[in-house]
């Protein structure tokens, strides 16, 4: 291998290095569903950002040019200016769903077995949301659009008090309902054995 051809293929490295990192960086910043308030009727919609574009303009310019794959008030608005790009462009990681979920459920605990909710597990065993008249639904049951509103009226359940409440639900002649009985402390009278 000649110096030119090491060389050459140093540079190439570098070059692939630098435009696949400003690619990944810029796909994972901004893929996703996100929810926003939308500037023409001040309501929340759940958008996606065409994160594989907005990753190439990245790549090849160092620009980010955003511009929405799908909205939740779409087709009706489909042709509008997208006004609400700028509100992701402010704050990417804060109108993502997951960061809104995720800080709703920091630091609660649940409302029937008062345990913490605990990190979320986006795979499995999602925690829920309990109504005001007692309907639990996972989160991820809800649409977008509809978290804020909903984290503002329900309470937080954990994942095991949703399934056991859902098999109530659907299920009510399966279960049989006892109270708990209290629990009477068992002591050992005193001995003076030696063992």
Not at 79 to 107: K, R
Request: with cysteine; glycine share 6%.
């Amino acid at each position: 291998m000649t110096i030119w051809a090491f060389t050459g293929s140093v540079v190439l490295a570098i070059a692939a290095y630098v435009i696949l990192s400003g690619f990944l960086t810029t796909y994972r910043k901004y893929r996703g569903l996100r929810v926003i308030t939308c500037p023409e009727n001040l309501e929340s919609s759940s958008v996606r950002v065409d994160a594989l574009r907005a990753a190439q303009w990245a790549a090849v310019s160092g620009d980010t040019v955003l511009r929405l794959r799908s909205c939740s008030r779409w087709p009706e608005m489909a042709g509008c200016g997208q006004e609400c790009l700028s509100q992701i462009m402010a704050a990417p990681e804060g109108c993502a769903v997951s960061a809104i979920v995720t800080s709703w459920y920091d630091g609660k605990v649940c409302v029937y077995c008062n345990q913490p909710i605990g990190p979320i597990v986006w795979h499995e065993r999602p925690p829920a949301v309990r109504s005001a008249e007692g309907v639990t639904r996972e989160w991820k049951d809800i649409p977008a659009e509809q978290l804020p509103a909903v984290f503002r009226t329900h309470q937080p359940v954990c994942f095991n008090c949703s399934l056991t409440e859902g098999f109530l639900r659907t299920h009510p002649d399966m279960v049989v309902s006892r109270g708990r009985t209290a629990e009477t402390q068992h002591t050992l009278a005193p001995s003076s054995g030696v063992y």
